[in-house]
């Protein structure tokens, strides 16, 4: 098969897949240049010509169906003896696989996929298909977690086949339901069942029957509670187990009437007001006894090549009797004689019978007044919903119009309660393509595309329908859905270079909300500027939306820096000028200086003369322009200055004597001395 083609267009690339009644292979369609499945069956065509048909006319029906999550069937066709079917290709695994490489899933993870699954079989259900062989083996699954069923059609072309007579039922035991295992027609309740069995493996990872043989498998099917699943994990809530249980029990009567109920149970199931609900249960009838049938393993042989044989059974041939005298004319003229008899006295004796008369149409009391005139007093009233008669209006009577009954038979009037109405959810929060496809079959009046609107919901998310829940008439019914296309997004600019000055422009004339959030250093990006924003620029954010930056507070300085110098600043006595002879005066002089040298030891030497010292500074704290320190000194004296400063400032000191500078110099915050 590898590189052959088919049907003149598919060339078969590689086997993807093997089955009980089928091969799958991945091929390529030369025409329409796509990728595409190719299911060919393995059953023998060869002496089947109404197999043949029959198979072609299902698989057909089966490309009727259109869901989001069933796997599309391009074609039907057949070569020689081969038979095949022409298929979307999906690229990912069955769910059997994921199931496998998983195990067991939450309710939050095994929901979402429940739902989908089950909202296709609702969809072949009301085209009238029934899939017969639900299982994860023919449910596909993509990378992104959405689901397809597949194989529609070819369980039900098969189902009438001297094949499957001798096999006795189509369909995986493990997932068949109890009607199938005792050989009769699969339903669409028979699906339910195999849907219920797909949820119980979903949650638990394993299947709720097994054993050693397929029969016995059955047999458990038919006698057997379905295991609680809450028993492997407490964890799950008592309202997820409860539609498992709904959906597996042994009595059809018992399980969900539709998929469509199972769907809408399913998206409930996790509410809060589901919460604190109580095992699911049927109360029987005390009084009523219940059998469910016993199937039995068949007997083995021996050996299997031996057949057992059936004696013929043998008739004894009567003994031949006399010849008598033929009697029976007589017999057979005086029986019809009295049955006469009897009938004439029966017509005269019996009740009286009347012609029951057609009242479909009329009003109700229009209507029993007709069946009184005729005779007829017994009437019995029950109301049905209809599309053909308005409210008040007699359907149909049962016994049917124009019999002819005894008047005192019981008539049964069916009064028209107007056209079917349904309970419409409230569908707002849920995926509006899985919940328009699930209504598309429920007959409404339309269902319009829906309308589309910025939203913070998901994108596809229902945010409104009209009309609102509640009781409708889905003839009368135009649905309209509102849709959200997710938040309304706009472009965002890089902010990056940005001063405060820019933000707030850009703020105006954006709409967005800037925000200032902090202010680092930066060895690159001058003091002022945006350093980094977020969300980043050149992004579609929410319309509006709040956007943070960081700016620069320029490269981080090193801390301040005190440097010490100590100056010697000298006293320097003023000079004394010596006083000339001149003015020393007349008199003895030699008097003088013995008198002088008499007094020389109480002569003081005269007291120092201050000199004001003033010291200016030029660092971090100070200015030149104004005194730092003033003091005055009378001798030599030591003085330590200390500056302050910030990297890269110089500093400077001057020292003045008697307003004269006696000292300056300049300092560098780099000095190390």
């Not at 996929?113 to 009301?126: C, D, G, L, R, Y």
């Not at 013929?312 to 009797?321: A, D, F, H, N, Y």
């Not at 699930?438 to 329908?465: H, V, Y």
């Amino acid at each position: 098969m590898i590189g052959s083609r088919i049907g003149g267009r598919y060339e078969i690339v590689r086997n993807i897949g093997d089955g009980g009644m089928s091969k799958v292979y991945l091929a390529h369609d030369v025409i329409l240049d796509r990728d595409v499945a190719i299911k060919v069956l393995n059953y023998d065509f060869a002496n089947e010509e109404a197999l043949k048909r029959r198979f072609k006319r299902e698989a057909l029906s089966a490309t009727s169906l259109t869901h989001p999550h069933i796997v599309d069937i391009f074609d039907v066709g057949e070569e020689d003896e081969l038979h095949y079917l022409v298929m979307e290709y999906i690229e990912g695994q069955t769910l059997k696989k994921f199931i496998q490489d998983n195990g067991a899933l939450t309710p939050e993870q095994a929901l979402p996929i429940m739902q989908q699954i089950v909202s296709a079989i609702a969809n072949a259900h009301h085209n009238g298909i029934v899939h017969r062989d639900v299982k994860p083996q023919n449910i596909l699954m993509d990378s992104d977690g959405n689901v397809k069923i597949t194989d529609f059609g070819i369980a039900m072309a098969l189902s009438a086949t001297a094949h499957t007579k001798t096999n006795s039922v189509i369909g995986t035991v493990h997932y068949l339901s109890p009607e199938q295992a005792r050989g009769g027609m699969a339903t669409k309740k028979s699906d339910i069942y195999s849907l219920g069995i797909v949820l119980y493996e979903l949650l638990s990872g394993v299947l709720p029957f097994t054993a050693d043989t397929a029969v016995a498998i059955a047999l458990k099917h038919l006698q057997e509670e379905t295991p609680s699943v809450r028993t492997i994990f407490p964890s799950i809530p008592q309202s997820v187990e409860n539609v498992i249980l709904k959906a597996t029990m042994k009595d059809a009567t018992y399980r969900y009437d539709s998929a469509d109920e199972m769907y809408d149970d399913l998206l409930t199931v996790l509410s809060a007001e589901r919460a604190n609900e109580k095992k699911f249960a049927i109360l029987f009838d005390d009084d009523r006894t219940r059998a469910i049938p016993i199937v039995s393993e068949p007997k083995k042989f021996d050996s299997v090549e031996d057949t057992k044989k059936i004696e013929p059974v043998k008739l004894e041939q009567p003994t031949p009797l006399p010849k008598k005298r033929k009697k029976w004319p007589f017999i057979v003229g005086g029986i019809a004689g009295v049955i006469i008899l009897l009938l004439l006295i029966l017509g005269m004796l019996g009740p009286k019978k009347a012609i029951i008369p057609n009242v479909s149409g009329m009003q109700e009391v229009e209507a029993m007044n007709r069946l009184l005139e005729e005779g007829f007093e017994v009437i019995e009233k029950k109301e049905e919903s209809s599309d053909e008669f308005k409210k008040g209006e007699v359907i149909q009577t049962i016994p049917e119009a124009e019999k002819k009954r005894d008047v005192d038979s019981v008539i049964t009037l069916y009064i028209s309660t107007g056209e079917e109405t349904m309970e419409l959810a409230n569908y707002v929060g849920r995926n509006a393509e899985i919940t328009i496809a699930s209504l598309a079959d429920k007959g409404f009046k339309s269902i319009d595309d829906p309308i589309e609107e910025f939203s913070d919901e998901p994108k596809g998310t229902i945010i409104g329908q009209d009309p609102e829940a509640g009781e409708v008439i889905p003839s009368e019914t135009e649905l309209q859905f509102t849709v959200s296309k997710g938040p309304d997004l706009q472009n965002l600019d890089s902010l990056l270079g940005y001063d405060e000055k820019q933000l707030g422009d850009y703020e105006k004339s954006s709409g967005f909300k800037i925000d200032i959030v902090r202010e680092v250093y930066s060895s690159t990006v001058p003091k002022g500027l945006v350093i980094s924003q977020t969300p980043d620029g050149n992004t579609a954010i929410k319309k509006g939306g709040k956007v943070e930056v960081v700016l620069s507070k320029g490269p981080e300085q090193k801390p301040d820096k005190s440097i010490f110098r100590t100056v010697t600043i000298e006293y320097v006595p003023e000079v004394v000028e010596p006083v000339p002879n001149e003015e020393i005066g007349d008199g003895d002089e030699e008097e003088q200086v013995e008198g002088e040298e008499e007094d020389i030891e109480d002569v003081q030497e005269p007291a120092p003369v201050p000199q004001i010292i003033r010291i200016y500074i030029q660092d971090k704290n100070n200015k030149m322009t104004k005194v730092f320190e003033e003091f005055s000194i009378t001798e030599t004296t030591k003085k330590q200055i200390s500056l302050n400063l910030e990297e890269g400032q110089n500093g400077a000191y001057k020292i003045t004597r008697d307003n004269k500078t006696i000292l300056a110099d300049v300092v560098n915050y780099n000095e190390t001395k």
